[in-house]
């Protein structure tokens, strides 16, 4: 971009200071949670001999992500894909899993996959405009399935967005949770 300078002319440019200043402020307010910290998260789960993830319908689940102490997190995001599992060839034919919450054994289901009225359980892709998922401090995210390749390696990313529990149920509130 080109500017001409005309005599006379004002041109305000932001000191260091200035800039130190403000960048203290945006990490000051995303520490006090004010603002969500953004993360990605990646997480694999390897199926079993028979074809099970996590133990199955009645298994405690492989874990994906643990929501730290003192945070709220809520998924913005989840992509899962296996080897060789494109739309063109997908996994399907009765393979499934869910994506569960767990708060001390007590598993609660989130997510089904596929989903429904799909026959596809691979490659999967869940995205809401507020939050797929929601975990509380402490709480962690777990998946079970069966019917799935043997010995298969199963790739989870996700998109997170943090925030500390102090500002987590304004977050809820202003998210519709």
């Not at 913005?76 to 001390?104: E, F, H, Q, V």
């Not at 359980?121 to 975990?135: E, N, Q, Y």
């Not at 995210?141 to 990313?157: M, Y």
Request: net charge negative.
């Amino acid at each position: 971009m080109e500017v001409e300078l005309r005599a006379g002319a004002k041109f305000d440019l932001a000191s260091t200071d200035e800039l130190r200043d403000t960048e203290s402020r945006i990490m000051a307010a995303v520490h006090d949670g004010a603002l969500p910290l953004t993360i990605k998260h990646t997480a694999q789960a390897t199926t079993d001999a028979g074809g099970l993830l996590g133990g199955g319908r009645t298994g405690g689940g492989a874990l994906l992500y643990p929501c730290p102490d003192g945070m709220y997190a809520s998924f913005k995001r989840i992509s899962i894909a296996a080897p060789g599992a494109t739309p063109g060839t997908p996994i399907a034919g009765g393979a499934w899993m869910t994506l569960n919450t767990d708060s001390g054994g007590d598993l609660q289901q989130e997510a089904i996959i596929p989903q429904t009225g799909q026959t596809q359980a691979l490659p999967c892709l869940i995205t809401d405009g507020s939050a797929a998922i929601v975990l509380r401090r402490g709480s962690k995210l777990v998946v079970v399935g069966a019917a799935l390749p043997v010995s298969t390696t199963i790739s989870f990313r996700f998109q997170i967005e943090l925030y500390h529990t102090a500002k987590a149920a304004e977050a809820a509130t202003a998210q519709g949770g």
